[in-house]
T-cell receptor, first 110, second 110 residues
Framework: NAGVTQTPKFRILKIGQSMTLQCAQDMNHNYMYWYRQDPGMGLKLIYY???????DKGEVPNGYNVSRSTTEDFPLRLELAAPSQTSVYFC?????????FGPGTRLTVL | RKEVEQDPGPFNVPEGATVAFNCTYSNSASQSFFWYRQDCRKEPKLLMS???SGNEDGRFTAQLNRASQYISLLIRDSKLSDSATYLCVVPGNYGQNFVFGPGTRLSVLP
């Protein structure tokens, strides 16, 4: 099993550009999450999903959108990138309480 | 009180030392707690779950004090490889999700 995979690993965006961060898991987990982690800070929940077709906002959803058309994939869309969105983005999935994380995407918005 | 707070650290300890971190939480109804370990520039990984009064796994002991609403992580006989950031995780307010603390950084020195 590959576990949770994320692409790209790194990306630099200009202000106002858009992009999609990809996340996929092959563990058949119903729950998936997107977090951002700023330097020296904990993880903040952006969006989460309890199953295909169901998504909901977390603590910091503004500026982001998600979709969950399949159990495996949970892409995160950034529209009109802003410098405040410079961060490391982690995708995670879970069946029970333990969350399994992808390796992260380091995004810089200049 | 914030949802979850941790000792700010960093903790710099010699090899072989015993070190303890504390984490306080605000939701008195919380039932399950977790310690995750995050290596530098890597994704978090589950270290221990705490469901009742405590849990022990080798050199690591997690204890829960519901009355005072804190959990602790004790590491005995510290190894160089224990150097990492330790994240305290408690149930959140958004359905099946969890709140991550800011982390406590540990450096074990030779």
């Amino acid at each position: 099993n590959a576990g949770v995979t994320q692409t790209p690993k790194f990306r630099i965006l200009k202000i106002g550009q858009s992009m999609t961060l990809q996340c996929a898991q092959d563990m058949n987990h119903n729950y998936m999450y997107w977090y951002r982690q700023d330097p020296g800070m904990g993880l903040k929940l952006i969006y989460y999903s309890v199953g295909a077709g169901i998504t909901d906002k977390g603590e910091v959803p503004n500026g982001y959108n998600v979709s969950r058309s399949t159990t495996e994939d949970f892409p995160l869309r950034l529209e009109l990138a802003a410098p405040s969105q410079t961060s490391v983005y982690f995708c995670a999935s879970s069946y029970g309480a333990e969350q399994f994380f992808g390796p992260g995407t380091r995004l810089t918005v200049l | 009180r914030k949802e979850v707070e941790q000792d700010p650290g960093p903790f710099n300890v010699p090899e072989g030392a015993t070190v303890a971190f504390n984490c306080t939480y605000s939701n008195s109804a919380s039932q399950s707690f977790f310690w995750y370990r995050q290596d530098c520039r890597k994704e978090p990984k589950l270290l221990m779950s705490v469901y009742s009064s405590g849990n022990e796994d080798g050199r690591f002991t997690a204890q829960l004090n519901r009355a005072s609403q804190y959990i602790s992580l004790l590491i005995r006989d510290s190894k160089l490889s224990d150097s990492a950031t330790y994240l305290c995780v408690v149930p959140g307010n958004y359905g099946q999700n969890f709140v991550f603390g800011p982390g406590t950084r540990l450096s074990v020195l030779p």
